[in-house]
């Protein structure tokens, strides 16, 4: 399984950027996707999670209905669309891959993933 994030830049604060997450291989098994970042000095946190199947998506409270993530399982992707962005949102951003079905409570639990892409840099100027 391979992931492969892209869609990062320099944006100014307000700014829109839309991440993409492609994923190669063995998808079939994914039971969700998920979004965490990790800005600099900082530990990852938890983004956004879609289930694979559809159906369910949870978000960080801080996303504060500014993020939506989506999928496409027909491209075997998987999108965040950040709107109204902030210098805060700085950070790379990783998609992740989950095999083990579980509760969507532990979908911001990056110990569920099993797979995750390379990151993709986000930032915003204020």
């Known amino acids: 399984v391979q992931l492969q994030a892209s869609g990062g830049g320099l944006v100014q604060a307000g700014g829109s950027l839309r991440l993409s997450c492609a994923a190669s291989?063995?998808?079939?098994?994914?039971?969700?996707m998920g979004w965490f970042r990790q800005a600099p000095g900082k530990e990852r946190e938890f983004v956004a999670a879609?289930?694979?199947?559809?159906?369910?998506?949870t978000y960080a409270d801080f996303v504060k209905g500014r993020f939506t993530a989506s999928r496409d399982n027909a491209k075997n992707t998987v999108y965040l669309q950040m709107n109204s962005l902030e210098p805060e949102d700085t950070a790379v951003y990783y998609c992740?891959?989950?095999?083990?079905?579980?509760?969507?409570?532990?979908?911001?639990?990056?110990?569920?993933?099993?797979?995750w892409g390379q990151g993709t840099l986000v930032t915003v100027s204020s």
């Open positions: 992740a891959a989950a095999t083990v079905w579980s509760d969507s409570s532990t979908y911001g639990d990056a110990g569920l993933y099993d797979y």
């Open positions: 291989g063995r998808t079939f098994g994914f039971s969700c």
């Open positions: 879609i289930r694979w199947t559809g159906g369910f998506i």
